[in-house]
């Protein structure tokens, strides 16, 4: 499938002299795609993981991300989480649900099937990712807003399985007591997986989240 690069095209789709319409396609696409994603991978998928399986054929809906410059990043991380949050709603009124985090994002029944709507409470950071006029910020507001969410200031403290997640992704077997003992394995693991060392930006970002979950959960 040879649709329109949603990392390049997608804010054009925005700018005045672009029709939204363009947006929507490629919104429509990730659906399908996301969706038949998801039904492949049972135990779930991570944002990375989920990013590049869409980068690859047969889809090839995203271009190439810096993963290193949040404002590069953010644009498909948004649009990424607007199509799971869209698909989590979709999804409601058959049974459903979707654990949507950049650690875990996995497809699951629902114990609650709902007339409208999504199964749980509307919460803030679904109202953000629906609201396509958030597609674009400056890069000033992309690093704050990064810095807060990350750092638990949206006041939605991680779930358990999001945690353990995390902390398994900085090589821990459960949870460690306290924050201290994560910044150490934090820093060590960043040392080692540092690009000069032969490890990968794709890996640091990985540690980042995890960090960033784990500081929300120690914080809140």
Do not use: C
């Amino acid at each position: 499938m040879n649709q329109p690069d949603t990392a390049t095209q997608g804010a054009k789709a925005l700018d005045g002299d672009a029709p939204n319409e363009t947006l929507n396609f490629q919104i429509q696409h990730l659906l399908v795609a996301t969706e038949h994603i998801l039904r492949r991978h049972p135990a779930g998928i991570n944002e990375l993981g989920l990013i590049k399986t869409l980068q690859e054929p047969p889809w090839e809906l995203i271009g190439e991300v810096n993963f290193g410059e949040p404002d590069k990043l953010y644009p498909v991380h948004f649009l990424l989480f607007h199509v799971l949050y869209r698909l989590r709603d979709q999804l409601a009124t058959g049974g459903e649900t979707l654990t949507i985090s950049p650690l875990v994002i996995q497809l699951r029944k629902s114990s609650v099937v709902a007339g409208a709507g999504v199964p749980d409470r509307m919460d803030e950071l679904r109202n953000f990712y629906l609201d396509l006029s958030k597609y674009e910020l400056p890069e000033d507001a992309i690093n704050r807003m990064m810095d807060d969410f990350w750092a638990g200031r949206s006041g939605n403290r991680p779930a358990a399985t999001e945690a353990s997640e995390a902390a398994a992704v900085l090589g821990f077997d459960a949870i460690p007591p306290g924050f201290d003992d994560v910044k150490q394995r934090f820093r060590r693991a960043v040392m080692h997986a540092h690009p000069d060392r032969g490890g990968e930006t794709e890996t640091i970002q990985d540690l980042n989240q995890a960090f960033a979950v784990l500081k929300a959960h120690f914080r809140t």
